[in-house]
């Protein structure tokens, strides 16, 4: 990959955001969780979520082993998750899926574009993909 391509997918605010993570722990205290792995990088995460008496997601704590692609994927879903409804939570994981496979617009949620530049890099939809999968593996649960 030459300089010029990868400045331009790692960009400093995403590489910013990918140390967002320290500030996300994943604790025992988060009842609902999933653990995903990307088949095309094999990048791991482990995440844990709360929900509310109100049906919100009220804490998030991740594990990650994964490119800055994924970090910062994990960083901008957990900066935002918190205060939301699981469905808007889902149908972002949906429509970034769309995003990446050009079939739809990026969904709307804080801090979102500064993974665009992944687009063009097909290598890493996983990892960008894996954080937005556990968490709706794991709030599926809470449907159950």
């Known amino acids: 990959m030459s300089a010029r391509v990868s400045s331009k997918l790692y960009s400093p605010e995403l590489l910013g955001l990918a140390t967002g993570l320290a500030d996300f722990p994943l604790t025992s205290d988060l009842p609902l969780r999933a653990e995903e792995r990307s088949r095309t990088c094999g990048s791991v995460i482990a995440l844990g979520l709360a929900i509310d008496d109100d049906g919100l997601v009220s804490a998030v704590g991740i594990n990650i082993s994964a490119c800055a692609i994924g970090q910062a ?3 901008v879903m957990a900066q935002a998750i918190r205060g939301d409804n ?4 889902r149908l972002t994981a949906t429509g970034l899926e769309r995003w ?6 990026l ?3 804080p801090s979102i574009a500064a993974l665009t530049p992944a687009r063009d890099h097909p290598g890493r939809h996983g990892a960008l993909l894996l954080p937005w999968k556990a ?3 794991a709030l599926s649960q809470a449907a159950s």
């Open 73 to 75: 994927s994990a960083a």
């Open 86 to 89: 699981p469905g808007h939570v």
């Open 100 to 105: 990446l496979a050009g079939e739809g617009e």
């Open 107 to 109: 969904p709307l949620w």
């Open 135 to 137: 968490a709706s593996a």
